[in-house]
Structures are given as structure tokens and as C-alpha cells.
T-cell receptor, first 111, second 113 residues
């Protein structure tokens, strides 16, 4: 069983829709990261969370430590949001060498 | 402009050949990492280094080697012992090896001829 599970695996949306991507994990963590990977392969870090909620522009990330679950929301989605979104958790007490990655959610936003 | 550069963008390896992937950062970060990405799988850690002249094996270090002689540079060598080297390789760095955000390079795609 994977320690980090993302859902859905693939997501197609129309421009303007509200999007939610989910991440569940089974290990104790000290932080959770949301990353964005563009079609060319480059990865950008969007958020690092250890509790609560963070917002940046149209992106919102939440985490529930008790339920071992995080969500990434995109409001008013746009075709430029099309990318693979990756959840990664830092195993509790570990160095960055202990980041565990989900397989990613591929998002396609149609105009 | 600060950032991480990887070269080349595409690399071809012949059977039995060692190849070296370059990773350079000018962010003054102490920690650097090498990941491998295969289709349908999450990133997997090959090696990481928290400080110059020190590095640790990750989950899939077999068939790979690294060096960290300078803070800015963390080259990865894919040796002939790596039997399935075709993958996308990503280098990253962070200010330290704790909970700091990692910054990723653009990646190198390695193909076997």
C-alpha cells in the first residue's frame, strides 16, 4: 500500500470550475508539500503545511492532521492551471531525505 | 537570477556506458537531492547531501553515484550497473536538510540507445 495516496489520478475541468485534489497519508508527518509539475517537467513548490490552511492567489491548501488528509483547491480554474499536482509528506522526525511523494494528479482545464 | 540548472536536457546512453548528469545551484543552499521519476510513479530519492563532502543514499541508490565537492554542485553518475536507467531525473536543493522548501531544477531525460 502506498504511504501517500492522491485522488483523483486524472481530472478534466472546464475553465472557471472549482477544483479539489485530495491527498491521504498513512505515516506520521511533520510537514506536507504541494508541488506543481508543468508539462515540460519542471516542478514548483506551491505550499508547505503543518497545520490549518494556506492561501496563495487562487490556490488554497488545507490539512487535517488527525484525519491524515490534505486538499488542494483551485478557484476559478484556468487552462494555465493544467499540470500535474504532487503531494509529498515529510516523515515525522526525518530530514528532507525522508520525503514521500504521491503519484500525482494530472489536471487538464479546458477553455 | 538565482536558481537550479540541470544539463543536458536530454541525454542518451549506450549499453555499458557511464553518464553524468549535472546539477548546479546558486541559491547558497546547503542541501541537494537527486530524484528519479518514472511514468505513473511518484518521485523516488536516489541520493541526497546535507552538506559539502557528505551524502546519503536514498531509496534507489543502486547503480548511481554522486559527489559533493562544492556547495553549488551535485553531479549524478548513472553507471552501467543501473540496468533500467531510462527515466526523468530531477535535482533539487533546500536551504537546509530540515523542513525547508525544496527548489527543483528543470530535469534531465535519460534515454538508452
Amino acid at each position: 500500500k502506498n504511504e501517500v495516496e492522491q485522488s483523483p489520478q486524472n481530472l478534466t475541468a472546464q475553465e472557471g470550475e472549482f477544483i479539489t485534489i485530495n491527498c491521504s497519508y498513512s505515516v506520521g508527518i511533520s510537514a506536507l508539500h504541494w508541488l506543481q509539475q508543468h508539462p515540460g517537467g519542471g516542478i514548483v513548490s506551491l505550499f508547505m503545511l503543518s497545520s490549518g490552511k494556506k492561501k496563495h492567489g487562487r490556490l488554497i491548501a488545507t490539512i487535517n492532521i488527525q484525519e491524515k488528509h490534505s486538499s488542494l483547491h483551485i478557484t476559478a480554474s484556468h487552462p494555465r492551471d493544467s499540470a500535474v499536482y504532487i503531494c509529498a509528506v515529510l516523515h515525522y522526525g526525518g530530514s528532507q531525505g525522508n520525503l514521500i511523494f504521491g503519484k500525482g494528479t494530472k489536471l487538464s482545464v479546458k477553455p | 537570477d538565482g536558481g537550479i540548472t540541470q544539463s543536458p536536457k536530454y541525454l542518451f546512453r549506450k549499453e555499458g556506458q557511464n553518464v553524468t548528469l549535472s546539477c548546479e545551484q546558486n541559491l547558497n543552499h546547503d542541501a541537494m537531492y537527486w530524484y528519479r521519476q518514472d511514468p505513473g510513479q511518484g518521485l523516488r530519492l536516489i541520493y541526497y547531501s546535507q552538506i559539502v563532502n557528505d551524502f546519503q543514499k536514498g531509496d534507489i541508490a543502486e547503480g548511481y553515484s554522486v559527489s559533493r565537492e562544492k556547495k553549488e554542485s551535485f553531479p549524478l553518475t548513472v553507471t552501467s550497473a543501473q540496468k533500467n536507467p531510462t527515466a526523468f531525473y530531477l535535482c533539487a536543493s533546500s536551504i537546509d536538510g530540515g523542513r525547508a522548501t525544496q527548489y527543483f531544477g528543470p530535469g534531465t531525460r535519460l534515454l538508452v540507445l
